[in-house]
């Protein structure tokens, strides 16, 4: 289930098209960057050989001031230290930027597969997730993670080879200057294992309070006239404001944990060089060490600062990014679609529906919104549904395109269960037009192409004209490749709808379903467009969703809805005889709206 959706990502070349989600982070890290291991073990060779020149500076620098006490020629030394100094300075340039481009190689595959799950997601988990989190795990945490999956792995055990190698190298200088140095090295160890963890607390803290944040950001933005316009500004920033400090307040925590990892990591070195400067001292006015191996031993400890520096930091950043990898595949438990799961294959001509003692709630808990629907839409038509508000006729579309399973019964398409059918055949074999009537930002092509890609100009050209939007395009300045705004907001509401409805019909569905598409129409373009629904009802099935009387006269067959059954079917002369609750709804809601 979790990882169905991920058969559609577009994964690196070689890599496998899903992976379990129940593995450990630290496996995760090893999942996404094991498809760019030639580049990370490239690039960490190079840090490593450009480290290992700077672990021999101080050798060289030892040996040059004994050279220098002896009387010796400093040539060929100073010759060699400044070779090393550039050959590891050039090594340390590439090394990095190597593994950084792998880095966002890696951060590509993890988006691919992570964008192909959230589109896949089933439409009951996008009911009760909130968007805003999910663009912060897609943009933030996989930033998060680019930089562990890169770097900090091979830095760490670059950092971690050097360390041991510099106290091999002050064993062999002098084996009680190193006794010391040791000593430090197991307290750092010691005071990393109890911070570290605190750092991965804290940033999944601090990343979770970022994602709360977008999401009250995303909201605002989904609802921004209706703020404006209830003079609600000043109260949805206060909502946004305690969201962004929560977000500082747990990144605080973080800088809290980060800076206290690195002031304990550098403390006992610290001490460490003042402890062997004393006792190394001593040791060289008593003649038991020289002066060139006191300098010598001093330069390696200095130059362990480094290694120290990118330990410490390569666990601070493995903390960071596991708890990255912990927000990102949690989307990975997520409920996502398999398109290509079931044994139907489509057909051709009108597609029949059947709903047969269908029992649906959207939650457990919730109130039961279908009590064993029955009815049957079958051959080329139109079907009118209509009801009271609240009486689950829009409910009937959703479990049509199987966004819900149903609790009990069946829906049936051409005689097959939806639940066998392949989902994306199901849905190419619909077109729907839904009661909002979104529009995409993009150009009004790219929403009517939408469903049919492959369309011709000719078919673009008709499908305008059908749905009675060859005016709007003469109008835009770019014609059909003009943009129409976020949310198509530089639309009117009938304007949407004509663009949902001709967006349905360029798809040539075999089952046409559209919910109050004429709803915000005037009574010219409403008249014009349900002789266009009239007009596919001769070729396909159409069932509608009617509030307007027009439309219902119009239809071959009408199913009256109220409180989640059906209560009534038949022609309109025949509801009118037969049933009260037709006749009032005729008389009161679907006369109103005819006149408005």
């Given at each position: 289930?979790?990882?169905t959706?991920?058969?559609?990502a577009?994964?690196?070349?070689g890599?496998?098209d899903?992976?379990?989600a129940?593995?450990?982070?630290?496996?995760?890290?090893?999942?996404?960057?094991?498809f760019?291991?030639?580049a990370?073990l490239?690039?960490?060779?190079?840090?490593?050989l450009?480290?290992?020149?700077?672990l021999?500076?101080?050798?060289?620098?030892?040996?040059?001031?004994?050279?220098?006490?002896?009387?010796g020629?400093?040539?060929?030394?100073?010759v060699?230290?400044?070779?090393?100094?550039?050959?590891?300075?050039?090594?340390?340039?590439?090394?990095?930027?190597?593994?950084?481009?792998?880095?966002?190689?890696?951060?590509?595959?993890?988006?691919?597969r992570?964008?192909?799950?959230?589109v896949?997601l089933?439409?009951?988990?996008?009911?009760?997730?909130?968007?805003?989190?999910l663009?912060?795990?897609?943009?933030?945490?996989?930033n998060?993670?680019?930089?562990?999956?890169?770097?900090?792995?091979?830095?760490?055990?670059?950092?971690?080879?050097?360390?041991?190698?510099?106290?091999?190298?002050?064993?062999?200088?002098?084996?009680?200057l190193f006794?010391?140095?040791l000593a430090?090295a197991?307290?750092?160890?010691?005071?990393?294992?109890?911070v570290?963890?605190?750092i991965?607390?804290?940033?999944?803290?601090s990343?979770t309070?970022?994602g709360?944040?977008g999401?009250v950001?995303?909201?605002?933005f989904t609802?921004?006239?209706?703020?404006?316009?209830?003079?609600?500004?000043?109260?949805?920033?206060?909502?946004?404001?305690?969201?962004?400090?929560?977000?500082?307040?747990k990144?605080?925590?973080v800088?809290v944990?980060?800076?206290?990892?690195?002031?304990?990591?550098?403390?006992?070195?610290?001490i460490?060089?003042l402890?062997?400067?004393?006792?190394?001292?001593?040791?060289?006015?008593t003649?038991d060490?020289?002066?060139?191996?006191l300098?010598?031993?001093?330069?390696?400890?200095?130059?362990?600062m480094?290694?120290?520096?990118?330990?410490?930091?390569?666990?601070?950043?493995?903390q960071t990014?596991l708890?990255?990898v912990?927000r990102?595949?949690e989307?990975?438990?997520?409920?996502a679609?398999?398109?290509n799961h079931?044994?139907?294959?489509?057909?051709?001509?009108?597609a029949a529906?059947?709903f047969?003692?269908?029992e649906?709630?959207?939650?457990e808990?919730l109130?039961?919104v279908?009590?064993?629907v029955s009815?049957?839409?079958?051959?080329?038509?139109?079907?009118a549904?209509?009801?009271p508000?609240?009486?689950?006729?829009?409910?009937?579309?959703s479990?049509?395109?199987r966004?819900?399973?149903?609790?009990?019964?069946?829906?049936?398409?051409?005689?097959?269960n939806?639940d066998d059918w392949p989902?994306?055949?199901?849905?190419?074999?619909?077109?729907?037009?839904?009661q909002?009537?979104p529009?995409?930002?993009?150009t009004?092509?790219?929403?009517?192409?939408?469903?049919?890609?492959?369309?011709?100009?000719e078919?673009?050209?008709?499908i305008?004209g059908r749905?009675?939007l060859?005016?709007?395009?003469e109008?835009l300045p770019?014609?059909?490749?003009?943009?129409?705004?976020y949310r198509?907001?530089?639309?009117?509401?009938?304007?949407?709808?004509r663009?949902?409805?001709a967006r349905?019909?360029?798809?040539?569905?075999?089952?046409?379903?559209?919910?109050?598409?004429?709803?915000?129409?005037d009574a010219?373009?409403e008249?014009?467009l349900r002789?266009?629904?009239?007009d596919?009802?001769?070729?396909?099935?159409?069932?509608?969703?009617?509030?307007r009387?027009?439309?219902?006269?119009?239809?071959?067959?009408?199913?009256?809805m109220?409180?989640?059954?059906?209560?009534?079917?038949?022609?309109?002369?025949?509801?009118l005889e037969?049933?009260?609750?037709?006749?009032?709804?005729?008389?009161e809601q679907?006369l109103?709206?005819?006149?408005?």
């Amino acid at each position: 289930m979790a990882d169905t959706a991920v058969d559609s990502a577009r994964p690196e070349e070689g890599a496998p098209d899903a992976a379990p989600a129940e593995k450990a982070p630290i496996s995760r890290l090893w999942y996404y960057a094991r498809f760019h291991l030639k580049a990370l073990l490239v690039g960490g060779a190079l840090t490593f050989l450009g480290s290992i020149l700077g672990l021999v500076q101080p050798i060289i620098a030892m040996q040059l001031i004994e050279t220098l006490g002896e009387g010796g020629s400093l040539r060929t030394l100073l010759v060699l230290l400044a070779a090393a100094v550039l050959a590891g300075a050039v090594l340390e340039a590439f090394g990095p930027y190597i593994m950084q481009r792998a880095g966002q190689d890696i951060i590509l595959t993890v988006r691919r597969r992570l964008v192909s799950q959230l589109v896949h997601l089933k439409v009951p988990e996008v009911d009760r997730l909130k968007p805003g989190d999910l663009v912060s795990r897609l943009t933030s945490d996989t930033n998060l993670l680019r930089t562990v999956a890169s770097t900090t792995v091979i830095g760490g055990v670059t950092g971690l080879i050097m360390l041991v190698g510099g106290l091999v190298v002050m064993a062999w200088i002098d084996i009680v200057l190193f006794g010391i140095t040791l000593a430090m090295a197991l307290l750092v160890t010691v005071v990393m294992l109890f911070v570290m963890p605190r750092i991965g607390q804290a940033t999944e803290a601090s990343q979770t309070a970022l994602g709360q944040m977008g999401a009250v950001l995303e909201r605002i933005f989904t609802a921004f006239r209706t703020v404006k316009a209830s003079g609600a500004e000043e109260h949805e920033i206060g909502k946004l404001d305690e969201a962004a400090i929560r977000a500082r307040d747990k990144g605080v925590m973080v800088a809290v944990w980060e800076a206290l990892a690195g002031v304990l990591a550098f403390l006992p070195v610290n001490i460490a060089f003042l402890i062997v400067l004393g006792v190394g001292g001593s040791r060289v006015a008593t003649g038991d060490m020289t002066i060139s191996s006191l300098i010598g031993f001093l330069l390696m400890l200095f130059y362990l600062m480094g290694p120290i520096t990118s330990l410490t930091a390569a666990l601070s950043q493995l903390q960071t990014g596991l708890a990255a990898v912990r927000r990102v595949e949690e989307v990975a438990d997520l409920d996502a679609e398999d398109l290509n799961h079931g044994r139907r294959t489509a057909g051709d001509g009108p597609a029949a529906v059947v709903f047969d003692d269908v029992e649906f709630r959207y939650d457990e808990g919730l109130e039961q919104v279908h009590h064993g629907v029955s009815f049957t839409a079958s051959g080329k038509g139109l079907t009118a549904l209509v009801g009271p508000s609240g009486a689950g006729k829009t409910t009937v579309f959703s479990l049509i395109e199987r966004f819900y399973p149903v609790n009990s019964g069946r829906v049936l398409v051409d005689g097959t269960n939806v639940d066998d059918w392949p989902l994306g055949d199901l849905r190419r074999t619909i077109g729907y037009v839904e009661q909002d009537a979104p529009v995409l930002h993009g150009t009004l092509r790219d929403n009517l192409i939408m469903a049919a890609p492959d369309a011709t100009d000719e078919e673009l050209h008709d499908i305008l004209g059908r749905a009675r939007l060859s005016g709007l395009v003469e109008r835009l300045p770019d014609g059909i490749d003009s943009l129409v705004g976020y949310r198509g907001l530089t639309l009117s509401g009938g304007e949407r709808q004509r663009i949902a409805i001709a967006r349905a019909l360029l798809r040539r569905p075999r089952l046409l379903l559209m919910d109050e598409a004429t709803s915000q129409l005037d009574a010219a373009n409403e008249a014009a467009l349900r002789q266009t629904m009239m007009d596919a009802a001769e070729q396909t099935n159409v069932i509608v969703v009617a509030h307007r009387l027009s439309t219902v006269t119009s239809a071959d067959r009408i199913v009256v809805m109220d409180a989640g059954r059906v209560r009534a079917m038949g022609t309109h002369e025949e509801l009118l005889e037969e049933d009260k609750l037709y006749r009032d709804l005729a008389a009161e809601q679907l006369l109103t709206s005819e006149k408005d």
